[in-house]
């Protein structure tokens, strides 16, 4: 059984760092891309970050570019997505999904798997 769990999240005041996990079990990692969205409350979920099976590819939302960075630790199954810099506008639950095809992530609807996602609030 596949699992996606993510965590990291919390509650943080504009500026500051959060450190987002996905813990991926029960496929073979190192042929799935990894990619994180977002959805705020009364908003479509919106795409945030993806990274290539082979690590060297990466992608990012117009929001988040400069300041979140996606990455992946194969021997540990996990992915990251370190997020700096952060504002308000960032409120919002992430959650890191699972594929094994690379791209269209603003437009393409379905992913093999996901995780139940994780609420990073951002407030003065």
């Known amino acids: 059984q596949v699992h996606l769990v993510e965590s990291g999240g919390g509650s943080v005041q504009p500026g500051d760092s959060l450190r987002l996990s996905c813990s991926v079990s029960g496929l073979p990692f190192r042929g799935y891309a990894i990619i994180w969205f977002r959805q705020a409350p009364g908003k479509e979920r919106e795409f945030v970050a993806a990274?290539?099976?082979?690590?060297?590819?990466?992608e990012y939302g117009d929001s988040v570019k400069g300041r979140f960075t996606i990455s992946r630790e194969d021997d540990k199954n996990m992915a990251f997505l370190q997020m700096n810099n952060l504002r308000p506008e960032d409120t919002a639950v992430y959650l890191c999904?699972?594929?094994?095809?690379?791209?269209?992530?603003?437009?393409?609807?379905?992913?093999?798997?996901w995780g139940q996602g994780t609420q990073v609030t951002v407030s003065p």
């Open positions: 990274i290539h099976w082979n690590g060297d590819s990466t």
């Open positions: 999904a699972a594929d094994t095809a690379y791209g269209l992530f603003t437009t393409r609807k379905r992913f093999d798997y």
